[in-house]
Every structure is written in structure tokens, then in C-alpha cells.
């Protein structure tokens, strides 16, 4: 067994977290092994369908697409740009792109999610499927996005690599994960307060999906595929409490000190720590004509 991030072969069973999971003790990525594609992604696309509240969750995300597109609007020019999000969902961020003038493309797994987003951005440039089932042709985008979805893909490496193929020489690519050093914390923090809780209707909000990335871990899978300039930062916090963890406003509250503290800490540490919820990762494909 070798870490798909940095092909080390020094893996062990995690004991911080739920059971079946694995953690590279090079990099930190942490993974579930032997699981059924199939299955998994049918628990995934029912989960989307039926139990998760999409609609107030890209209301959270709103202050977060806005500023990822502040970004991306500031590194090209605004004739012809052309964005791809994978995992577009219903829509939402391609929905704020092309209201900046953005030509948009989306790929989505789900057919009703697909449907919803080809009537809200009255385009047939939504792909009903897997990136790789897409085919592309090779330097489509300028800007390619994967907001939480890079953990449930079945062979990350595989789906990375395909994105650089499809962007142009200099294009960007943006990703939005899990970290894996905060989900550890928060879920052993959980535990050993499991009684009081209990008591105040907190549900555990740490989450292990395929792959849970730590910040050397997504940095190296990016740079063996050959993307450079690689940035790493804590990801700003979605507004809310769409998924019903806690009290919202206890929720706001933690939510400030989590990305307050991690900020900090960020600072101190010359940008070495990044120990927030999420990790939001940019990197270049090079403007020469180097392959991974």
C-alpha cells in the first residue's frame, strides 16, 4: 500500500479517528482503503440528493465564492476567460462566475444537479458525468475549480492529472479540502467530551470522506503532477450552519475563534501551519510546454 500524495510506503491504521482509516505517516494523508466505488459514490450522490441542503449550504458558501472569484478575475484578462468547476452542483459558483463575465463549464455527477444547472445558467456546457468521461480538449480553461470534492473523488491523482491536461500553459486551478490535521483534533476533542456535548446537542463535526488531505499532502500530489507555484492557506469558514451541528449561535461564535486562531497561527508560523478546517490550495500550470 503507497500514499497516492507521496508514494511512501509508511502507512499505518489510524487510531484518531473513525474506524478503517489509514494515515501516511510521511505526509499525513489520511484515506480509507477497500472501499466499493460503486457503493461509494451512490451513498455519496444520495446523500447530495436527499439529505444535504444544498441551497443553504451555497448560501454559506457565498462570501467564499465571491472572494475565489475576486482572485481568479485579478489573473486574466476579461475577454474570453474560460472557467471549468468540477462538481459544480447545482450551479451556484458557476452562477456568480458568469455574472463576472466568465464563460462557464461545469461537470457534475448528479443528473438533477445537472439539469438545474443547465436551466439556471442557460447554457448546455454542463456535463452530465466524470471529468475524465468528458474529454476535453487539451488547453479548454484558463481556471479550473474543485470546491470540496477532491476527498470523494476515486482516484485523485487520475482526476488532477486530467486537469492539467485541459488547461492552458499559465492557467490556474483552485481546491477547497478538508485538513486533515484539524479533523483529527476536533474529532479526538469530540470524544473526550462526548458527555457535555451530548448535553448541548452537538453532533461530532469532524468528517473523514475517501481522502482527508493535510497541507504536505495536497502540496505534494499537486507538484507530482507538475503544477508550480503551489499556495496554501486556511480556507475563510462558510457563514452558518447548514448541516445543524449546534446552536447557531454558539456555532458563529466558534467559528470566529477557529479562524481567528488559525489565522494567527498561520502569521506566527510564516505561513508554515495551517491548521483551519479547510485548506484552499491555488497553483499555475507553467506557461512552458512541460508535461507531468
Not at 176 to 190: D, S
Request: net charge positive.
Amino acid at each position: 500500500m503507497k500514499c497516492i500524495c507521496c508514494l511512501s510506503n509508511k502507512i499505518i491504521l489510524l487510531h484518531s479517528g473513525p474506524a478503517g482509516c489509514y494515515s501516511c505517516e510521511r505526509c499525513g494523508l489520511i484515506f480509507r482503503e477497500n472501499i466499493e466505488e460503486d457503493d461509494y459514490f451512490g451513498r455519496v450522490k444520495h446523500h447530495y440528493q436527499k439529505t444535504d441542503p444544498h441551497e443553504q449550504v451555497a448560501e454559506s458558501k457565498l462570501k467564499f465564492f465571491r472572494s475565489a472569484l475576486d482572485y481568479l478575475s485579478s489573473q486574466f484578462e476579461k475577454e474570453c476567460r474560460r472557467i471549468l468547476d468540477v462538481g459544480c452542483g447545482y450551479g451556484y459558483f458557476l452562477e456568480l462566475a458568469q455574472k463576472r463575465g466568465w464563460q462557464v463549464w461545469g461537470i457534475e455527477i448528479m443528473s438533477g444537479g445537472a439539469r438545474v444547472a443547465k436551466k439556471k445558467l442557460g447554457t448546455n456546457s454542463i456535463f452530465n458525468g466524470r471529468l475524465t468521461e468528458a474529454c476535453y480538449p487539451r488547453s479548454s480553461f484558463d481556471a479550473i475549480t474543485l470546491w470540496d470534492v477532491l476527498f470523494v473523488v476515486d482516484d485523485p491523482f487520475k482526476e488532477l492529472k486530467e486537469c492539467y491536461r485541459i488547461l492552458k500553459n499559465g492557467g490556474a486551478i483552485g481546491i477547497r479540502v478538508r485538513n486533515a490535521f484539524f479533523q483529527k483534533i476536533i474529532y479526538r476533542a469530540h470524544l473526550h467530551s462526548h458527555k457535555i456535548a451530548s448535553r448541548l446537542s452537538i453532533k461530532n463535526p469532524a468528517v473523514f470522506h475517501r481522502y482527508c488531505y493535510s497541507s504536505q499532502s495536497i502540496y505534494n500530489l499537486l507538484q507530482r503532477i507538475g503544477f508550480r507555484h503551489i499556495k496554501i492557506i486556511n480556507s475563510p469558514l462558510t457563514a452558518g450552519d447548514p448541516y445543524g451541528h449546534a446552536s447557531s449561535r454558539l456555532t458563529q461564535a466558534a467559528k470566529r475563534m477557529i479562524y481567528l486562531t488559525s489565522r494567527l497561527i498561520f502569521g506566527m508560523s510564516d505561513g508554515r501551519w495551517v491548521v483551519g478546517p479547510s485548506l484552499l490550495i491555488w497553483a499555475e500550470k507553467p506557461t512552458s510546454n512541460i508535461k507531468p
